[in-house]
């Protein structure tokens, strides 16, 4: 059974920064294609960022220079360092995993992401 805890998420001021992680469990973790997507209220889940098995990164245009994925595969983790916060990345953060091959996919809970001052 495919397990996703977020943890790192929190209120921080407009240019701060954030760590945002996400531990799996129950999956081969080399073999999912990893993401982290927000949502607010009544909104659609938007992408932000996404890392491939061979590393390959991907980003929405509203956070590249300022967010970065990066994956530990020994860890089974995946990390979403944030840097540079405006208060319109406040969202609900989400982590998923899609597996390389079937497509099939997992969410996590979400963790809280706040930027005000």
């Known amino acids: 059974q495919v397990q996703l805890v977020e943890s790192g998420g929190g209120l921080v001021q407009p240019g701060g920064s954030l760590r945002l992680s996400c531990a799996a469990s129950?999956?081969?973790?080399?073999?999912?294609?990893m993401g982290w997507f927000r949502q607010n209220p009544g909104k659609q889940r938007d992408l932000v960022a996404i890392?491939?098995?061979?590393?390959?990164?991907v980003y929405a245009d509203s956070v590249k220079g300022r967010f970065t994925i990066s994956r530990d595969n020994a860890k089974n983790t995946v990390y979403l360092e944030m840097n540079s916060l405006k208060p319109e990345a406040t969202a609900v953060y989400f982590c998923?995993?899609?597996?390389?091959?079937?497509?099939?996919?997992?969410w996590g809970q979400g963790t809280q992401v706040a930027v005000s001052s």
């Open positions: 998923n995993a899609q597996h390389i091959v079937t497509r099939a996919g997992s």
């Open positions: 890392i491939a098995v061979s590393g390959r990164t």
């Open positions: 129950g999956i081969i973790f080399s073999y999912y294609t």
